[in-house]
C-alpha cells in the first residue's frame, strides 16, 4: 500500500473538499507514491510521536491536528513543529492530517462522541450550506436508464440516508446538425426531434467534474446539453457538530458525572445544574462555543464542547446547560476512526494507536 492509497481511504469517508478555508488538511510531509510498513494514528505530531513512529516501524503518522498549520518559512529546527518537519524527512516518515473535514461529517469526530454517549436520531447541528448544485441533463428516452445509473455511480443523488434520488420527466428535445457535426440520430442540416427524458440530481460541488465526466462518457449525444444549478439548500448530513438523543432522560447531574467517566476528565467546567432532565443532546468536538447559539435554536438539554471562554458561558441564558470537558477529551476518539477506516478495508493491515501523551493540558 502506497501513502496516497491509505489517505484515499480517509478522504472517502472525510473527502478533503469538506474541510474549512482556514485548514490544512491533507498530505503535508512525504511522498504520496512511498510503499507503507505501518501506519501510527493520534491527534496531534510532537517529537514523542516522531520517535514512537520510528521506533515502531511505522512510516506513514495520520494525525487529527495538522502538524504544519500556517506557512513555514524555514526549517531550523527553532520550534517543535520545525523539529519534527525534518526528524520525520530525515527518517522517511510521511505526515497526512485530517481535520476539520473529519469534523464535518456524521461518521467524524462530533460523531464518535455522540456514539460513546449513546445518542439516537443523530443530525448535523450547523449544515452546510452553498455546497450542492442541481445537475440537469436531457437524454434520449432508451439510453436514460444507463445515463441516470452511470450519475448515481459517480456520486450524484444523495440526499439524506437516500440514495440514487432522481426526478424525471419526458418530453422532447430540437437540434439541426451542420456539416461538421457527427450526430447520433438525425441528419445533417435538417431539424430533427427526438424524444427525451430530463433527468435532475442533486451532486456535491466538490464531484462536479467526476460526476460532469460521468455524464459526458455515457450519454450518447455528441454535445450532451446539461444545467449546473448552484443550490442554498442546506446539506444535513455534512457541517458541525450532532445532535441527538438519550434513549432514557437522565438527571443533569448524573449525566454530568457519566461524561467525567466516558471522557476521562477529572473536572468538567459547566452553567448551572437545574432539575430539568437532559433528554436532547448537542456536540461538537474540539472548539465549538461558537455553536451554543445552534444548540439553542435546536431546543438542546445540554451542549457538550471544549474551549469555552468565561464570557460564553454567560451565552447560556439559563436555557440550556453548557458543558466544557476540554478539547484534547473531546476529540481523543478520533484515533478509533482512522483505526477502524483503514482496518475495515484492511483487517491484516499493521495500523497502530499511538501511546504517546500530547494533551498539553494538565489537572491538578
Known amino acids: 500500500m502506497t501513502v496516497k492509497s491509505i489517505c484515499e481511504l480517509i478522504e472517502e469517508v472525510a473527502p478533503l473538499a469538506l474541510q474549512e478555508s482556514y485548514d490544512n488538511a491533507g498530505l ?62 530525515k527518517n522517511d516518515i510521511a505526515i497526512y492530517a485530517a481535520h476539520t473535514n473529519l469534523d464535518n461529517v456524521l461518521s467524524g469526530v462530533s460523531g464518535k462522541m455522540a456514539e460513546k454517549i449513546g445518542l439516537k436520531n443523530i443530525r448535523i447541528l450547523q449544515p452546510m450550506e452553498g455546497k450542492l448544485l442541481k445537475l440537469v441533463t436531457y437524454v434520449p428516452k432508451i439510453h436514460s436508464v444507463t445515463v441516470r445509473d452511470a450519475l448515481f455511480e459517480a456520486g450524484a443523488g444523495q440526499i439524506g440516508n437516500y440514495e440514487s434520488c432522481s426526478f424525471n420527466a419526458e418530453g422532447f428535445g430540437t437540434f439541426r446538425a451542420n456539416e461538421q457535426a457527427n450526430p447520433y440520430v438525425g441528419k445533417i442540416d435538417e431539424l430533427h426531434y427526438e424524444s427525451e427524458t430530463r433527468i435532475e440530481v442533486i451532486i456535491p460541488d466538490y464531484l462536479k467534474s467526476k460526476i460532469v465526466n460521468s455524464l459526458l462518457k455515457s450519454h450518447p449525444y455528441e454535445e450532451p446539453a446539461f444545467d449546473l444549478i448552484p443550490l442554498k439548500n442546506k446539506w444535513n448530513t455534512v457541517g458541525a457538530g450532532i445532535i441527538g438523543e438519550l434513549e432514557v432522560a437522565e438527571e443533569a447531574l448524573t449525566f454530568l458525572n457519566r461524561l467525567k467517566i466516558i471522557f476521562n476528565v477529572p473536572s468538567i467546567r459547566h452553567t448551572k445544574v437545574t432539575d430539568k432532565k437532559i433528554k436532547l443532546v448537542a456536540l461538537c468536538g474540539g472548539s465549538g462555543s461558537s455553536f451554543i447559539p445552534d444548540a439553542i435554536m435546536a431546543g438542546a438539554d445540554v451542549y457538550i464542547t471544549g474551549d469555552i471562554k468565561y464570557h460564553e458561558f454567560f451565552d ?11 478539547h484534547f477529551e473531546s476529540e481523543q476518539f478520533t484515533k478509533d476512526i ?27
Do not use: W
Open 338 to 364: 482512522f483505526y477502524e477506516i483503514i482496518t475495515k478495508k484492511m483487517p491484516t493491515f499493521a495500523v497502530q494507536i499511538s501511546e504517546s501523551k500530547t494533551n498539553p493540558i494538565n489537572y491538578l
Open 28 to 89: 503535508l510531509v512525504g511522498d504520496s507514491q512511498m510503499e507503507v510498513s505501518s501506519v501510527l494514528v493520534c491527534i496531534d505530531v510532537t517529537e514523542f510521536v516522531i520517535d514512537e513512529a520510528i521506533q515502531k516501524k511505522c512510516n506513514l503518522i495520520i494525525s487529527h491536528h495538522p502538524l504544519i498549520f500556517s506557512g513555514l518559512k524555514r526549517i531550523t529546527g527553532q520550534n517543535e513543529v520545525q523539529r519534527c518537519v525534518s526528524k520525520a524527512i
Open 316 to 326: 447560556a441564558q439559563n436555557r440550556i446547560l453548557i458543558a466544557d470537558i476540554g
